[in-house]
């Protein structure tokens, strides 16, 4: 279970990044939620339920600087599956480099999304 303390500040960079960013620490509560964090002071967060990752983010001013990859390699081992926006083309790529493939297309109340697996 996420800490109490960690969870403004899950929802405070979650609302840079989601539409729906309530639905977001929700999610932190009920899934398995990894938090990369230096000190008290969460960098960034992912959250899973059994092996569907449901979001991963970092504050925004430090995107860029290795916290994502850092973030995504300790999840790695336990995801298979993850949507993406198909607008977002540097997370495409990335989820790539990490052997993930489109499985097809989706149509999501926030817009339209690839489904990616895991290649085995």
Known sequence: MVP??????????AKQWFD???????????????????????????VRTGDY???????????????GTQLFKKIYPHINYLNVKIKLRRAIAFYKKFGFKIKNKEQWITGKRYLMVKNS
Do not use: D, S, W
């Open 4 to 13: 109490i303390e960690y969870i403004l500040q899950i929802y405070k960079i």
């Open 20 to 46: 729906y960013p309530i639905i977001v620490v929700i999610v932190c509560l009920i899934g398995r939620t990894t938090i990369l964090k230096k000190k008290n002071m969460v960098l960034g967060f992912a």
């Open 53 to 67: 990752l449901h979001y991963i983010a970092v504050k925004k001013r430090l995107t860029g600087k290795g916290h």
